[in-house]
Structure formats: C-alpha cells, structure tokens
C-alpha cells in the first residue's frame, strides 16, 4: 500500500458513516480507518483500523506521520467527550487543552477548535461532501409539484429567518409555513423538531386553521458551520416524520444536505405527493 495516497477518516456512528466507507472504496480511495471511542460500527477485517484514544491521542497523530498520510476525513455522530485530565499523557493533554473551552459552547466554536487542531498536526481535511457529491442534490425541483411563485415568496422568507436562527449556532433546520415559524431544530436533532410538531398537531386545540397543516422543512448548513466535520444529513425517517407532520414538503441547500439513502428518500416524496425544492441559498 502506498500510504501516501491514503485518507484517514475518522469514524463516528451512524448509517451515514457506513455508507461512505463503502462509497469511498468504490472511488478508489484507499482508508486508514481512526474509530472514535463512541463509534459503534464494526470495520471489516480487510480494512486497516486503529482504536482512537483521546487520552493517547498523541499517538494517532505519530502513525498518521510515521506512514506518510497527511490526507484526513472525517465522517458520522459524534458525542461530546467527558474528559478525565488525569488520564492524559503529557503530549495528548498539551493537545487536548486546546479543545476542552469549546466542549460545552456551539457545535461551530468545537468543530473550529477541532479543524485547528487537526490543522496544527500538518493535516489537511477533506470535505466529505465533496468527495461523495452523489449524496447530496444540486439545485432543481425533485418532488412531486414544481413550486409556484407564492411558494417561492414563502420559501424565501423562510431561508431569511433560517439563516437568523443559524446565527446563534443551534440547529440546521427550522419548520415554516406562512409566516410561522413552527419548529427550530436545537442540539436535540431535527427528528424530534419533527416529533414535537406531530404531538402539536395532534393533541392541541389549534383554533387556526392554517397550522393544522401544511408548511415546509428547511435544511441547510449554519452560517459559518465548519463543514470538514460536520455536515447536515436527512434519511429516510426524515420524510416519514415530515408526512406524520402533515407537512407539504422540504427545502435543501444545494450540494451541502446529505440523503441517506437518497433513491427511497425521493421515492417516498414523490409517492407522498411532497414537494422538494434544492436552492444555492448561501451563495458559496
């Protein structure tokens, strides 16, 4: 193996992460597999894998150079770590420090300090999303409806207050519909936004007539959110929530939302009657 032409991707958990071992390979790369201590994937023993420890974390950044890759992904779910000082070797401790003011601020502020550390190491980090462009969509109507201008004027109105909310670096996706905002993802995930809406809907007496259906999911990266580490992702369960939800369809930031299994995902809305809208909102 030349490891010079070797990606290091660390891996978390996550159908997502699965996924893009195998898509990676079909591409060629070859992988050096670093599982984070609360990965739970199991790596097939034709794969070279190393354990990854924080508190000899030191170590990791020493084979990394010893085989000549400089080339790093990284890729699924991701817990905050609870750190004991103690346990720390000198090197992994002086590297560790770095990140330890970060951990109970922003996903952006941690995934900043992380990037920079790997950074420091002389490491360059891929962009996932880049490398398996045929997760996400490029701009288009992949739905069952193409929108109307009214829609339009909504879906505008409700990327500007999106991109207020990503401000405050809680969550990447929000719920819209004529003017209300009727869910804000935070760091519990957009699934359970989506689970508070279905209980709304179905235990309350909603006296409007407007909230009782309809409306739309918006996804999309934050502003400024540090996508070498942390891209937004919808699957399956998504859409099945947002029909539970009686919502009308979803909006996508074009070329930077994963689709796990994108082929079911769109099934599913066009099947269901949803529309999908995908739009260069951010303008990068």
Known sequence: M????TIALVLGSGDLAKSCINLLRLKGFKLQIIKLPCSNIEVSQDLNHWDLKYERIDEIFLRLKEKSINKIALIGHATRPDF???????????????????????????????KNVFENQGLIILKVHE?????????????????????????????????????LDLGQSIIFQKGYCLGLETLLGTDLMLKGLINFRKNSKIENEDL????????????????????????????????????DGMVLQSNKVFITEKEEVLNFIRRNKMFLIVKNFLGT
């Open 131 to 167: 490398l398996l462009n045929t997760l996400t969509l490029s701009e288009g109507n992949y739905g069952f409806n193409p929108p109307d201008s009214l829609l339009e004027e909504e879906i505008e109105k409700g990327f500007s207050l999106f991109k207020e909310y990503s401000l």
């Open 2 to 5: 030349n490891d010079s032409k």
């Open 84 to 114: 004991n000082l103690n346990d720390f070797n000198p090197k992994s401790l002086k590297i560790i420090e770095q990140i330890i003011p970060h951990i109970s601020k922003g996903d952006n502020s941690l995934f900043l300090a992380v």
């Open 212 to 247: 009782k259906t309809g409306g739309f999911l918006i996804k999309a990266p934050k502003v400024g959110q540090i996508l070498e580490i942390d891209v937004p992702t919808i699957g399956p369960h998504t859409v099945y929530l947002m029909k539970r939800a009686k919502l």
